[in-house]
């Protein structure tokens, strides 16, 4: 198996040479990566603070031409099968407590 990395890369104001953001490296990766080519300019927008709830939401792109973000919902993940056997024994636990607590079915 082949395996991939990336380096980091890193945005910075050319004037003062502040770094902005940054991209994080790729260790390893079973498919190749690579830098996204920069098309055009660097612009921003700025967002307004509590403008969105990210703990729901995060931003996916930018419309360029409306230059209002574009959120996502962050994906809710299936429950594997050893999860929803955990599930059902926990169902079953609290039900044996409260049939032990109640005295039996009536």
Do not use: C
């Amino acid at each position: 198996m082949t395996s991939y990395t990336l380096g980091n890369r890193i945005f910075y104001d050319s004037g003062t040479g502040a770094k902005l953001w940054e991209t994080g490296e790729v260790s390893v990766s079973t498919l190749p990566v690579a830098h996204q080519e920069i098309v055009d300019q660097i612009t921003y927008v700025d967002l307004e603070v509590s403008s969105y709830d990210p703990t729901k939401y995060f931003i996916a792109s930018i419309n360029p031409e409306t230059k209002e973000p574009v959120f996502e919902m962050y994906p809710v993940p299936e429950p594997t099968e050893e999860q929803k056997q955990i599930t059902q024994l926990q169902e079953d636990i609290l039900l044996l407590k409260t049939d032990s607590e109640v005295g039996g079915i009536l």
